[in-house]
């Protein structure tokens, strides 16, 4: 029988719907069981692509004896981290605190006022090494609970002061100068991996905002080493494993620290974010293999991952049928010798192992290879290389693909937007242009209500029941802006608007400026989580800040400019000490340190060619956070036309910055020269 999971929208509660645990979704009514019964709540986190989460379902959760175990002693309570992040976040800060370790599946055993006191993440269905079994954790919680009350009532007391009082220093409220992020690029340059690009260790993952903060440092500083550190990382990453050398798009990360092999589920933040860096790139520097991977990356997003309402979809799973019936992890994706010779014959099998890295012993296991483009000297014959990527990318498509997590998230869809605007305008591919507009006429639709507040997620057309939270807010008004600039449309300012309105009104604190994720009016939950650093998305916190600063270049609000200012206190604290972990948060900064720049192109009429190659030039600029507003002459479409006429009836540029004006130009040359560092 189907529990109380059936009528959720998240794939993944669905996923667990036909369990014989007797789930229920995160709920009050939930909470009152569990208080009725005398009983502990056992709450359980993951999300659809997760792989460790299935092995856990299958192992534990899908089994009779543990299931009659969990529904005769706890209220069993089951959440996507990815539609409620805010429940995610408080509980797996109480996880780290106690273990010095988080992940998912996350199991935290609760009191019935929602107070934990037992952590855990994956516990397997025996012991091994040395972790109990999970029906050992399960008799172990049930019999403090019954033995031991008052103590576990103490000790989910004392955790949840511990938590309240462990506040973040916030800075002083004032942004990061010229020196913060000198230091923080000197911070960067220590933890660079310089055999391999990137920072750090295995695992390695993509480091999409700081390669955007080095992008914008570059280009306010002529710094090189800044430069050549996003070089190098996207180049390795673009010819690593992570990066689907067939399809286009990347990973979540790499196992190793050479980008070989990845862990092989495919998020949408990912890609948009990677997507725009490869992008920027391009404009940067005019590299071909940058603009190869954003059009590949932009056309594996919406070749894969669009929904039929025109929305994007939140990731596929690393598993998939390896062609025996069992689930394997990245079985879609990688090629045995024999398996090459099959699709393609000897001589062009041989060709291709040379080409993509498949070796006799394989780079993964059982002596399969992920792709890669290890030869970087070699000369290849580019149309038998196409013509051979071409055979391979149908061979495998007659594979069993890895299941869809089709739920829309606004955040998520508000970074795809501001990727794909950007990147079709680059490119000149109006298709691309045209799917961020999909997206975001989605987010209107069915996220949006008459208050313009925000639902967090959809699916099949219906929008979910849990509120927006900051990251939302900020990464739909982002990719709103963007699209505005993009498109010369300025309803599309006035939705960023709309939405930055709730951001300083029910997300940030009045005296101090600094940010929570969850709105004043939202549901309260042991604390309210507030967390500045970036992890595998921009904060909300610094995504607020760059939405802000962009939409105050637009529109000379002083009270958005302020409330951007104030958020990048965090990032003058924190932007020298931990740069890796507040990327985005460096690359706003390094747009208020530019200005950033306010941009107006004027014509007579929207399509002449003239005007539109000042736009493209516009757009093109490098110098960071610039907004550009298009228009005809007299518009009221945008704040930025107003009283800019033409120039001798030419399509003109106006250039300003800090308040003061270059004089209007009809030469695309030197507007290129004012938007170029």
């Not at 996003?230 to 990347?250: K, P, S, V």
């Not at 961020?436 to 099949?460: I, K, P, Y």
Request: with cysteine; charged share 25%; hydrophobic share 40%.
């Amino acid at each position: 029988m189907a529990n109380r999971l059936a009528h959720e929208t998240s794939p993944y509660l669905l996923q667990h719907a036909d369990n014989p645990v007797d789930w229920w979704p995160w709920s009050d009514e939930a909470f009152e069981e569990a208080r009725r019964r005398g009983v502990p709540v056992l709450l359980s986190v993951g999300y659809s692509s997760c792989h460790w989460c299935h092995v856990m379902a299958r192992e534990s959760f899908e089994d009779r004896a543990t299931a009659d175990d969990l529904n005769a002693h706890f209220v069993s309570v089951k959440v996507d981290r990815e539609e409620r992040p805010d429940v995610d976040a408080v509980y797996m800060e109480a996880v780290q605190a106690a273990t010095g370790q988080g992940g998912w599946p996350m199991t935290v055993f609760l009191t019935p006022d929602a107070e934990p006191f037992y952590f855990g993440t994956y516990f397997p269905p025996a012991p091994r090494h040395g972790m109990p079994s999970f029906r050992q954790v399960l008799e172990g919680v049930r019999q403090a609970w019954a033995d031991r009350r008052e103590e576990v009532a103490e000790v989910a007391g004392k955790i949840v002061r511990d938590l309240a009082e462990r506040e973040l220093s916030f800075g002083d409220g004032r942004a990061p100068g010229e020196q913060e992020l000198s230091q923080a690029l000197l911070g960067l340059t220590r933890e660079y991996d310089p055999q391999r690009g990137g920072f750090g260790g295995a695992p390695k993952f993509p480091p999409s905002m700081v390669v955007e903060f080095l992008l914008r440092h570059h280009a306010r500083t002529g710094a090189e080493g800044a430069l050549q550190m996003a070089q190098d990382t996207c180049e390795r990453m673009a010819r690593g494993g992570i990066y689907d050398q067939l399809g286009g798009g990347f990973a979540r990360y790499s196992v190793d620290r050479d980008w070989t092999v990845p862990h092989f589920e495919k998020m949408l933040y990912d890609n948009a974010l990677l997507c725009r860096v490869y992008a920027h790139l391009w404009r940067a520097t005019g590299s071909e293999l940058a603009r190869r991977v954003a059009l590949e990356t932009a056309d594996f997003m919406v070749r894969e991952l669009r929904t039929g309402e025109g929305g994007f979809a939140s990731a596929l799973d690393a598993d998939s049928d390896d062609g025996t019936g069992k689930h394997v992890e990245g079985a879609y994706y990688v090629w045995t010798p024999e398996q090459l010779a099959e699709v393609l014959g000897e001589e062009d099998a041989r060709l291709a192992a040379h080409y993509f890295g498949v070796t006799d012993e394989g780079t993964f296991e059982e002596g399969a290879s992920v792709l890669q483009l290890p030869q970087r000297d070699s000369v290849f014959d580019a149309e038998k290389i196409a013509g051979i990527r071409r055979r391979l990318l149908d061979a495998r498509a007659r594979r069993p693909a890895p299941g869809r997590d089709d739920k829309v998230v606004a955040a998520w869809n508000g970074l795809a937007v501001a990727a794909l605007a950007e990147t079709g305008a680059y490119f000149d591919r109006p298709d691309l242009v045209e799917a961020a507009v999909g997206a975001a006429d989605l987010l209107v639709r069915l996220h949006l209500d008459e208050q313009a507040r925000l639902t967090r997620t959809s699916r099949d057309g219906r929008a979910g029941a849990n509120a927006g939270v900051l990251e939302d807010y900020a990464d739909v008004a982002e990719g709103f802006l963007a699209l505005a600039s993009v498109t010369g449309e300025g309803v599309w300012l006035e939705f960023a608007g709309f939405l930055l309105d709730h951001v300083l009104a029910r997300f940030a604190d009045p005296g101090s400026g600094v940010l929570y994720d969850t709105a004043a009016d939202a549901e309260r939950l042991i604390r309210r989580p507030q967390d500045p650093t970036d992890n595998a998305v921009p904060s909300g916190w610094t995504a607020a800040a760059g939405a802000l600063l962009g939409y105050a270049a637009h529109t000379g609000s002083e009270p958005h400019r302020a409330a951007a200012e104030k958020a990048l206190g965090v990032v003058k604290a924190l932007g020298p000490r931990v740069p890796r972990f507040i990327g985005w948060g460096l690359a706003v900064a390094e747009a208020l340190l530019d200005g950033p720049r306010e941009v107006a192109v004027v014509a007579a009429e929207f399509d002449e060619p003239a005007a539109r190659t000042l736009l493209r030039t516009a757009l093109l600029g490098t110098t960071p956070g610039a907004v550009v507003a298009f228009g005809t002459a007299g518009s009221d479409e945008f704040p930025l036309l107003a009283d800019r006429p033409l120039s001798d009836g030419e399509p003109t540029a106006y250039v300003c910055r800090n308040f003061t004006c270059d004089a209007p130009t009809t030469d695309p040359e030197r507007l290129r020269t004012a938007l170029s560092g």
